[in-house]
């Protein structure tokens, strides 16, 4: 479609640029009637006209094909975002309860540590049955 209207507005370029090098040439020769080109300068207003809002509409096609681009850009990375976080979540829950476990063993090991404290760790020899 875009290609389309560039084609036309080219086209429509080289008319314009035509009738404007026959209204030159009717002007130059002077004894020509170059009645048919009196209404000319409207008609070229309005085609300029046209072609401004035709290259307007260009504009936005490109921008709305590029805003499509970044929609599709930011899907993907949504939707590989929402891929790791299925697929990672439950490792994450798993190392929590391990690390909810290790601080348990944590805490137990420190009361066994007091616990053993309490006895002596030195003995006298192998002989000796009684700890200082």
Known sequence: MIDDIVKESAEYDASVAAQEASLAECEAEGDRDCSKYENWDMNLMREQQ??????KLIERQQLITSQLDLGEDVLDVALDTYNELTRYYPLHLQYQAMTEELEEYRDALARVRKQVDKYPDTFHD??????T
Do not use: D, G, I
């Open 126 to 131: 192998n002989t000796t049955t009684e700890c």
């Open 50 to 55: 046209a072609t401004r809002r035709l290259e």
